[in-house]
């Protein structure tokens, strides 16, 4: 009898065992996915932010014109281009062992 009652107890402690540890298991993958999201959210709202005020400069018309200048080299109609054109065997030294000689001849025209 004695031996029955504590084999209940084992088992009754084991099952009782398994019943709260599964959901403490799933808790804990929860709060996991909550702070990964969380994460997720706050880089994407950084994001939204950054494009936002790239399309409040994309619509401002001196910025627009300030890139298209830097970076694409477009002037306005009446501005003065200036080309420079430059030989490149006056700008480019080879030493005297240079082990290419083709490269001397494409530099010097």
Known sequence: MTMLVGLVIVVGAVG???????????LNSQRNNITHAEETLARLRAETSHLSEQVADAKDPVVVERI???????????DTLYRLN??????VKLPPAWPLPGV?????D
């Open 86 to 91: 430059v030989d490149p065997a006056d700008v």
């Open 16 to 26: 009782l065992l398994a019943v709260l540890l599964f959901p403490w298991q799933s």
């Open 104 to 108: 001397a001849h494409l530099l010097s």
């Open 68 to 78: 298209a200048r830097e970076q694409l080299s477009l002037v306005r109609e009446g």
